[in-house]
């Protein structure tokens, strides 16, 4: 083999490898953001459940439909480029246990839900994703509205992804 053909070779295999590179930093970017689509599918559970039992708001007065009452960030800050992991006593507030919900592993993303205050079909929440994959300081959202339906069913308007990689 002549130094040209060793050269070919080795410029073959530093195309191939740079391939691969970007291949499976792609593939772990999108195991990370499947994260937050998955929580947050946990939280619609929780909330259209929630919705499905009717309260009373004022003593004495009628049964009506709600979603659970919003809440702070989980964790506070959103976690950059790394897992943080949620003290568990936190996912004990009453929105969390509403919702029956906590996450015990360490976590890309911050999570909020929050409700409209508004019951039977004015009634609206969003559950939302925050994260910064890569640090630089740019947060990716991922929004999941609902609300409540006619037949004192919840449903779900959209899911809102803005800058999924960041």
């Known amino acids: 083999m002549t130094i040209v053909e060793t050269m070919m070779v080795v410029a073959i295999l530093g195309v191939i490898a740079a391939l691969a590179t970007v291949g499976v930093s792609g593939y772990l970017r999108h195991a990370k953001t499947a994260e937050a689509t998955r929580v947050l599918g946990n939280i619609e559970i929780g909330a259209r459940a929630r919705f499905g039992q009717p309260v009373t708001l004022v003593e004495g007065g009628p049964f009506v439909h709600t979603f659970c009452p919003t809440s702070t960030m989980l964790p506070a800050s959103v976690p950059r480029s790394q897992r943080v992991k ?7 507030a009453p929105t969390w246990q509403c919702l029956k919900f906590s996450i ?3 976590q890309y993303y911050a999570y909020r839900h929050e409700w409209n205050g508004e ?3 004015a009634a609206r929440y969003t559950a939302t994703a925050y994260g910064d994959l890569d640090g630089d300081g740019s947060t990716s959202t991922f929004q999941l509205i609902g609300r409540g339906g006619t037949g004192g069913d919840a449903e ?3 899911l809102i992804i803005t800058l999924e990689d960041e």
């Open 86 to 92: 949620v003290d568990a006593a936190e996912w004990s």
């Open 104 to 106: 015990n592993d360490p």
């Open 119 to 121: 019951s039977g079909t």
């Open 156 to 158: 779900r308007v959209s």
